[in-house]
């Protein structure tokens, strides 16, 4: 027997009453299939999580605000800027690549700073200046050598300073003078000797204080016996 009209509009509002006070999202899945939003958002709130498993595929601009925690690798291919502080708690790897940041470039296992190069590979770490010289280690000497031309200063066990084969050498017995072949020491302005450091002769009967060059080369002077 057919239904009375009016009871079966009341039972289709009833249906309809029912389906709108359900949650039909709620565990709700799709199978092989594809849940599309037009000119529209998704909207979690009050402390949701938003989970899932496999592949995380996005076209276009995104913005996160609040922290964002990448546990595992992360690939990112093209240009990525960052703005703002960025902090590193860990080792930070680049393979196949350089790292420029202002006027500082890594790359090749150097640092570029403007026109200084600093090289860990040449004379056990070298710093390279824009005009040619160089500050490199010293690891005989136990210190550091500049270099520029033919000039070399080293510090270190020994201190010394040459231009090509004359030098000035400073270590623990004394001080070392060396002019080259054909060359001169050429002392300008007054010379003082403290005559406590010079050590005396006796038995020629030359006045006391007299001044000569021994068999060895060095400077005495006489005691006046």
């Known amino acids: 027997m057919p239904l009375d009209p009016l009871e079966n ?15 039909f999202l709620e565990r709700s ?19 949701s999580l938003l989970r899932g498993s496999g592949i995380f595929e ?15 690798p992360a690939n990112v291919t093209g240009t990525m800027d960052i703005a703002g502080l960025t ?32 090289d ?3 004379a056990g770490g070298a710093l390279t200046f824009p005009n040619g010289s160089r500050l490199e280690a010293d690891d005989d000497n136990g210190g550091e050598r500049l270099i520029t031309g033919d000039s070399v200063v080293n510090v270190g066990e ?12 400073v270590s623990a017995i004394g001080v070392t003078v060396n002019a080259g072949a054909g060359n ?4 300008q302005g007054a010379v003082r000797i ?10 020629t009967g030359l006045p006391q204080g007299t001044l000569r060059l021994s068999t060895t080369g060095r400077l005495e002077r006489a005691d006046g016996t």
């Open 184 to 187: 001169e020491i050429l002392l």
């Open 87 to 118: 902090r590193l708690l860990s080792e930070l790897v680049v393979e196949g690549g350089k790292i420029t940041a202002g006027d500082v470039r890594i790359e090749d296992g150097k640092i570029h700073i403007g026109g200084m190069i600093l």
């Open 29 to 47: 899945s799709i199978d092989e299939g594809q849940m599309r939003f037009l000119r529209s958002k998704l909207l979690l709130e009050d402390g």
């Open 194 to 203: 403290p005559l406590a450091s010079v050590p005396t002769y006796s038995g």
């Open 58 to 72: 996005w076209t276009g601009p995104a913005t996160v605000r609040g922290s964002l925690d990448i546990k595992g």
């Open 120 to 122: 860990p590979d040449v």
């Open 158 to 169: 020994v201190a010394s300073i040459r231009k090509g084969s004359t030098s000035v050498i």
């Open 9 to 23: 509009f009341r039972r289709r509002l009833d249906t309809l009453e029912a389906l709108l006070r359900t949650r």
